[in-house]
Every structure is written in structure tokens, then in C-alpha cells.
């Protein structure tokens, strides 16, 4: 069980407990709780809740401040996990806890915490730096929209704020470790919000298919470490079938594993993988011009364009209007054994399915790699505070969000997922585990050096697993793109 599946846990159990006694239960009574091999008492268990008493922050009156958070727009309810400031309770668990967490906060803080919604995050919050407008306290949108903008020093440095700890628990230590540039750190989240947790990418596997065919369920390949590429290769094999006889294989019929453009590319940052790494200095160069990643980003090609078992879902979702709930229930309905997702369609339209699913983490390369990784999409969305705004309030706020989270929000959010309205297995809820605790945010693909995720799909498009003299033939300008991200950060002091 990962560190934050742990705390989630005991934060859980601390709460009901905490229930228990309120309800009547002799305060005096100890009662014992067993997590594996670990036995702790009531009394110590509620002494680990994580929230705002537990944080050490400090009490403010802030006079009844607009605390105002610019964020893409959250068009309807089934995307709940991207709000951040619900305007009312709905009976949804995450959306209550979300709203519970807000009022607990203003009131400590004499604030109204408000979520203005915007189409064009992006350009709203270009427009009021640029005019020294603070009527954003902070950002709260897709990385891909905001990487760029840090570098042209928008955001306070997250280590700068006065009140922010990037190190604490309830930021995301994955993207602490992956985004920090020198001392620098312009983008956070955690557990303030699930919205990065519902983008990584995932690959979920039709149950009661995998027994029909004979096939063990992947679990405990994925438990010993031997959940690797060419395992994944030989479940895929020999699934295709011409259901409808009509001599050609499309989306009436059954294959092996349907992906989207880019299965390639996931593949890639799943075994390892990377665009660009990071010394033990902190320094950055380019890393996919290596014989393992060249040889990990060939096997992800030759799955992805095996047309005996691979089907790209791309044109099934355009012809039904990009609908892609469309592919999820095609998958449900027994299109494919496999089928890779961000885990975002499981909770919003898989569960409501007729179908026994279960969840794995992407592949390995090999047994020699030592943990699980899963790619955080460029579109998570995530925080960060504008050089306009005031650096204590945000710094404070965003901080008392989060560790008030931990015992509030994410539980919600685990409820939603986990128990047993999204994933149906005890063993599903193992996979997430690592899933969570294994993300992965690139520099270099965020920053989009050599292009590399359009790269990976043309060579998809064409066919094509000649990997080695594209990564050749794109090292100089990907060095140089490389050098002007490090120059734009190092210049902001």
C-alpha cells in the first residue's frame, strides 16, 4: 500500500471513529484497527487525521476577501473531480466534500472562496498580469496552458511563498520531484484537487472476455513485476475475431486491445521512458536518444500499429459525433479484451455499464525496471498563483485547501472510484494504488521539445517503427528547444 493510499486510510478510519464516539461510544473505550500486518489503537489512529488543525498554519482575518480562483470551465456535474469551488451541495460525495472543505476555510479565514469559470483560461489570465489586474488569487487549469507562461515569469515560485511547503504530503511529491527546476516550482496540486488523478492514462481489461479466453487475470503478473510489454503483447494475441464473417476485421468484430493515436507514446512513458531527465544536480538534458528508449519507444510502436490486434478508436469516436463515451460502451459490449484510457470515462460512463471490468497499470519494458509508471496527460490541471496576486493570502489558502483535503476531499474522491461504483474488484483497487502513487509529469513533454507526442503518433500513422533516425534527426533542434526552457527559467532568478 503506497504512502498516500495509507494516509487516506487511516485519515478514513480516524474519522469514523471519531464518529463513533460522538455518537456515544464511552470515550474512555479503546478500539483496536488492523491494516495489514499493523495494529493501532482508536486513540492513536485519529491522532494521525491530516486537516487544517493538524497543518500548524497560522489563523488570518482577511476581511472577507474575494478569494477568486480562474479555472477552465466544468461544464456538468459528471465532471465534478475538476471543480474546485462548488457553489452548493448536490448529494454528490465529492462535490459535498468540496464545498464542506471551502466553508470550513472561509470561515476560518473571513473569506469567500469563488471559482470563476472561463473557456479561455489561458488568455484571461495572460490579459490581467499583463495589465497588473489581482483580481486572480490563483490558476487553475491544464498544465499544457500554463507551462509556457511560466517561463515568462507569471507565476510566483512556489518555493518563494510564505506559507507553501511543496515538500508537505498533500502536494503531489511526483510533480514536486518532476517540475522542480533548480529551486523553482511554478505548477502544484495534490490532494486539493483529483482532477490530475482522473487524467492518467490507464488501461482497463474486460473481465469475463480475458476467462472466456482462457487468460489468467493480469493482476499478479503486475504484483511479481512481470507485467511487461511483451507480456501485455501475448494476452493480445490471437483475441481478434471476424465476428460477422465478412472477411474484415473493423469495428463490428473483437480485437485484442483498442487505444487511441498515441498508444506508442504511453507505452514509451510507461517503461521508463523519458524526453528529457534530470541530473543529480538538477540539470536537464535529452533522454530519448538512448538504446533502451529507442528500443522501449519500437515496442510500443509495433504494438500500436499491429493491425492483428491493435484497433485505434480515432475514427469509431468521429463517426459517432466525438462521442467518446461512444468507444467506452464499444468496449463494454465485448469490441476489445484491452482498452487504454485516462481513468476519467471509468467513473463517468464505465460504471454505469453492463460490464466486468478490471484495471492495470500500462506495461513495463522489462522485469528490470524497478516501479510501475504512469503518465500524468498534458491537459492535468493544476495550481499556480500570478505574480499580481498577494503572495501571503494565496500562498496561505491554497495551503490550508490542501491539508484540510487530505481527510475530506480525497476519501471522496476514493468513494467515488473505488468502492465499488467505479472499480468492482478488490484487486482493481490494488492497481490504482500503484497507478497513483507512480505518476509521471516530463519536462520535456510538457515543453513540448521535438514534438514529441505528435512524433510518436505520425510514425503510428505511417506505420512506421523506424525510431532510431527520427530521434536522430530531431536531437539538435529538441537541444537546443531543451536550452531555451532552462534559459527562461534561469533567467527569472
Known sequence: MSKMSQRILTSVLALLLASTAACGEASGDIVETTSGDETTTAAETTAEIVNWESS???EKDFEGKEFTILMTNVDNLAHTWHLIAPEELSGDTLNDAMYDRNKKIEDIYNITITGLMSTSVKNDANNAINAGDNTYDAIFTSIYDTYGMAQEGKFYNFYDLPYTDPTADWWDQSLVRDLTYHDSLYHLTGDISPSTDSRVYTIVFNKDLCSDLGLEMPYQYVLDG?????????????????????????????????SQDGASWMMYFAGGGRVVEKDANGDLSIAFNTERNIELATKGLEIAIDESKTLMANQYVTDHNNDWAAATSWFAAGGSLFRSSVLEPIPRDLRSLDVNFGIVPFPKLDENQDQYYTLAEEYSRVFSVPVTADAECSSLILEALSAESVSTVTPAFYDVVLDGKAVRDEESKEMLD?????????????????????????LEKQDSTNVTSQFASVLSSAEAALEKICENFDSLG
Open 226 to 258: 512481470s507485467w511487461t510489454i511483451d507480456r501485455f503483447n501475448e494476452y493480445i494475441s490471437d483475441v481478434n475475431n471476424d465476428l460477422n464473417g465478412d472477411g474484415q476485421m473493423n469495428y463490428d468484430d473483437r480485437w485484442g486491445f483498442m
Open 56 to 58: 500548524g498554519l497560522p
Open 434 to 458: 500503484i497507478i497513483f502513487a507512480n505518476k509521471v509529469f516530463d519536462i520535456g513533454f510538457l515543453g513540448n521539445v521535438a514534438n514529441f507526442k505528435t512524433m510518436m503518433q505520425n
